[in-house]
């Protein structure tokens, strides 16, 4: 006769020991520099060597330097705040037309009939073809860049917004019919939650493109932000200042990234999502 | 009385699912559905349970009329179906938005521990076995305390030892307020452990082939000679309604009750 007995299964992170744990948490965002570290050194050390005057690609203690008189005169924080403006207002428009939009067309199928096609084709137009027309219509000033960006930001959004609907499981809307729930409530109560994973990758997809297109916005004539900085050096020959620009680009990138992901992670914890960081591989 | 009049389904791309079927299932009665695939089991459920219109026919629930998701019909599907984003109590809870956040709590308690789940409300549905998230799929249909209860091949995802167990304690549940239960199921063995009557359909196009009373006691066992000679003669009758060529009784009754064993 066999006997089987009910043994409590704990998940590997309980079991691992808290140091471990902490190690992990230290270790895994090192990880991630290592390569933009490494990279940085090993040029830095052939500048010195002499392998390279570094005129044209200046060493990183350079740019760092160049980064830090920026930030001493003040002129960085000013650059940033204009372009964190830019963006933010760009990113703030695009999602919200983005999501209403996507969610009208992925919710009602005669809307999408309706709005998708013409939302798809202007989708395949060429960002930078709506500079002349963008300072035509609204000036060279804020509006045209903000508009800009925001028009980069939308198609992701729309687009997530849309299939993450379109794609969310019939069996679980059955679930709501059978609890008789009203649109609202579908909407609320299926649908939000359900397409909430879709949602925040789209986020993320347009954020990123809302920088890409705050650098295109910036070449527009402007006297502030870290696009003119660009333009700046390169107009004055100055190879450290766009350097610095790009990595102030990246570091800006990388943390607004960062905070949509660090906000939206108490709403998926629901998530049996496949994680290779948790040792699959 | 849920009584289901020549009901009817023909689906856009012209599959007829269900002809004239006919039959009523009186309050408290548990009546087990089973045929071959594409005997329209799952469309006459799905019907009941409002979720796909009939095409003709009439089906009512105490003389009202059911055409969409109705409070009295809960139904339990062949795959758990919790909500990911929600706890298992919130699971448990779903269908109880219009009551008081006390009520709720109590009830979701109480289910929860009739499924024997108490110590699992607060985990996700991901961290549970597929028993365990069957177990409060059942607490969700029936928390909201439904007349009818339709279930959809409920159990055939699981293993033999969970199977049996989830029987037994559908069962018991059924017990404490003895809605009516409409069960589809391939299962023979589950139909004559829990039906007080089989139904028996006939496939392409979905028709009630044959009805049989289940009178033995419970609870059942499923060792004895008795369960044995009824599960044979269920068996029969499914091959006979798998045979095209044997003839159709619902052209000589269409209610299906002169063929009652």
Not at chain 1, 233 to 259: C, E, N, R, S
Not at chain 2, 145 to 152: S, Y
Request: proline content about 6%; charged content about 20%; aromatic content about 8%.
């Amino acid at each position: 006769m066999t006997m089987t007995l009910d043994t409590p299964v704990e998940s590997t992170q309980s079991l691992a020991p808290p140091s471990a744990a902490r190690w992990r948490r230290w270790t895994r965002p090192a990880l991630g520099l290592l390569l933009p570290l490494t990279a940085a050194v090993a040029w830095e050390w052939a500048v010195a060597a002499g392998w390279s005057n570094g005129r044209l690609v200046p060493p990183p203690s350079t740019v760092i330097s160049t980064i830090d008189e920026l930030a001493r005169s003040g002129e960085l924080f000013r650059h940033m705040a204009t372009t964190l403006e830019r963006v933010g207002a760009g990113f703030a428009l695009g999602v919200a037309a983005g999501t209403v939009l996507g969610a009208i067309s992925g919710y009602w199928g005669l809307a999408r009939q309706l709005l998708d096609p013409t939302i798809q084709a202007l989708r395949a137009i060429p960002s930078i073809a709506w500079v002349p027309l963008f300072i035509l219509w609204l000036g060279i000033f804020e509006l045209s860049k903000v508009a800009l960006i925001a028009v980069g930001v939308f198609f992701p959004i729309y687009l997530g917004v849309m299939g993450a609907i379109l794609s969310v499981d019939r069996k679980i809307v059955e679930v709501g019919r059978t609890f008789r729930l009203s649109g609202p409530a579908m909407i609320r109560r299926i649908l939000l939650p359900a397409v909430l994973p879709a949602y925040v990758v789209s986020l993320r997809v347009g954020l990123g493109l809302g920088w890409m297109f705050v650098v295109a916005a910036e070449f527009m004539g402007a006297s502030e932000g870290l696009g003119y900085l660009l333009i700046d050096g390169q107009q004055l020959g100055k190879p450290a200042q766009i350097l610095a620009a790009i990595v102030i680009f990246a570091i800006l990138g990388k943390t607004t990234d960062w905070l949509i992901e660090i906000a939206a992670m108490p709403f998926l914890r629901w998530q049996d999502a496949f994680a290779p960081s948790r040792g699959a591989f | 009385m849920l009584v289901l009049d020549r009901v009817g389904k023909t689906y856009p791309n012209g599959v007829n699912a269900l002809e004239r079927f006919s039959t009523e299932i009186r309050l408290g009665e548990i009546v087990a559905v089973i045929g071959g695939s594409g005997c329209g089991k799952s469309t006459l459920l799905r019907a009941i349970a409002g979720l796909d219109r009939a095409s003709y026919g009439a089906i009512t629930l105490d003389g009202e009329a059911l055409t969409a998701p109705h409070p009295k019909v809960g139904i339990i599907f062949q795959e758990p179906r919790l909500l990911p984003w929600l706890s298992v109590a919130d699971n448990i809870g779903f269908g109880l938005s219009d009551v008081s956040a006390t009520e709720r709590r109590e009830r979701v308690a109480a289910a929860l521990a009739k499924v024997g789940l108490s110590d699992k409300a607060k985990a996700w549905p991901r961290e549970l076995s597929g028993g365990q998230a069957q177990r409060v799929a059942i607490a969700r249909a029936l928390v909201v305390r439904p007349e009818v209860l339709l279930l959809d091949e409920p159990f055939s995802a699981l293993d033999a030892f969970t199977r049996r167990d989830l029987q037994d304690h559908l069962l018991d549940l059924w017990s404490e307020t003895r809605p009516t239960l409409v069960l589809v199921t391939h299962d023979v063995d589950e139909a004559v452990v829990l039906a007080d009557r089989v139904v028996v359909m006939r496939p392409r196009p979905g028709r009630l082939f044959e009805q049989a009373e289940i009178s033995l006691a419970r609870p059942r066992d499923r060792n004895s000679e008795l369960f044995e000679t009824t599960k044979r003669r269920i068996l029969t009758a499914l091959d006979r309604s798998l045979d095209q060529a044997a003839p159709d009784p619902t052209a000589a009754a269409e209610t299906g009750d002169a063929l009652w064993w």
